[in-house]
């Protein structure tokens, strides 16, 4: 399975993007992680097969996450962003049968787009 990430730049706070992740093969639970410069690759969301979601505290509200299964691509619509919502955002697929905010779960990766908020 291949992930191609798009859809993220610079935004001025408050403002909001639209992330995509397209699948070439067949995937199950996908989620959302974001990397800032320095720090660890954290959870955002996930969504499952069955398309029920999960966030993470600090993006409640403002993102939704969602799967057309049909054509094996995943959304993140962001909100209201923050400044501290800036890092590089990867989408990833998960190993069959999870759908949790664990990264190490995740079997295939795409490679990034960067999200930049200015405040």
């Known amino acids: 399975v291949q992930l191609q990430a798009s859809g993220g730049g610079l935004v001025q706070a408050g403002g909001s993007l639209r992330l995509s992740c397209a699948a070439s093969?067949?995937?199950?639970?996908m989620g959302w992680f974001r990397q800032a410069p320095g720090g660890e690759r954290d959870f955002v969301a996930a969504?499952?097969?069955?398309?029920?979601?999960s966030y993470a505290d600090s993006v409640k509200g403002r993102f939704t996450i969602s799967k057309d299964n049909a054509n094996d691509t995943m959304y993140l619509q962001m909100n209201s962003l923050k400044p501290e919502d800036t890092g590089v955002y990867y989408c990833?697929?998960?190993?069959?049968?999870?759908?949790?905010?664990?990264?190490?779960?995740?079997?295939?990766w795409g490679q990034g787009t960067q999200v930049t908020v200015s405040s």
């Open positions: 990833a697929a998960a190993r069959l049968g999870y759908s949790g905010s664990d990264h190490r779960e995740y079997a295939y």
């Open positions: 093969g067949r995937t199950y639970a």
């Open positions: 969504v499952s097969w069955g398309g029920r979601t």
